[in-house]
């Protein structure tokens, strides 16, 4: 069977889907693309991805699948062995559903608004002023993201699955300090993805 293709580059969101394929041990291949060089809007890769973003990922057949939420959940799914999440139709796959869903349209959606600012008006004069409502709105929701963490270290306990890798993705981007005011929990969550044997290597080029 033909490996999955990850498209990506480090430090970015395919961070989030190399992690789950190393801890799984999903056989795979990297696919990086310079940002810088143009490479996520050229031809060739915009029939892959016409939004030019990354991660996508190729599942064995040749297809594309993007948005971190289906691709974790189907790597999840396809190798249900993996821990990436609960079986599916259980109570604990809804709420890890339920929380991966709360952290890609709220946080990562609101980091994205931080750093992608000009994307978000087109009033040059109000950008400082959208960057800082962004990084606001962030804080909020890892503020309320940090109350679901129960004995921890990782989101449902002392296993990470699928949606522990993208909140240390995410947390790896922002100052340190001001998370640690808002979500030490979290904080805490992302050292444990970190110091994960199996995730050395990965974690040392993304985190
Ligand atoms: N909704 C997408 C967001 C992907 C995204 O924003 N990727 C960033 C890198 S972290 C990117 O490719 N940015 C380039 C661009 O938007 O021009 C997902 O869940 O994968």
């Known amino acids: 069977m033909t490996a999955y293709r990850l498209y990506g580059y480090p430090q970015s969101g395919s961070a989030v889907v190399e992690l789950a394929l190393v801890a799984g041990g999903i056989a795979h291949e990297l696919v990086e693309l310079d940002p810088e060089a143009g490479y996520l809007s050229n031809a060739a890769f915009l029939k892959i991805n016409p ?6 990922l190729c599942l064995p057949d040749g297809s594309a699948v993007t948005e971190l939420p289906a691709i974790l959940n ?3 799914d396809a190798h249900p062995g993996c821990g990436l999440a609960p079986p599916p139709g259980t109570a604990a796959r809804a709420q890890h ?3 991966l869903a709360f952290v890609h349209a709220n946080i990562y959606e609101g980091v994205l608004r931080m750093f992608y600012t000009e994307r978000y008006t087109t009033d040059a004069s109000g950008v400082p002023g959208v960057q800082t409502a962004a990084e606001a709105y962030v804080h909020h929701h ?3 993201l940090d109350t679901v963490v129960g004995e921890g270290p990782f989101l449902f306990g002392s296993a990470p699955m699928g949606v522990d890798y993208l909140i240390s993705v995410i947390l790896s981007w922002l100052d340190r300090d001001k998370v640690a005011s808002v979500a030490p929990r979290l904080l805490a969550l992302a050292d444990a993805v970190k110091a994960d044997p199996r995730l050395v290597a990965v974690a040392a080029r993304n985190l």
């Open 51 to 56: 939004r030019g973003q990354v991660p996508v």
């Open 74 to 76: 189907h790597l999840a």
């Open 97 to 99: 559903d339920r929380w």
């Open 142 to 144: 890892l503020g309320l």
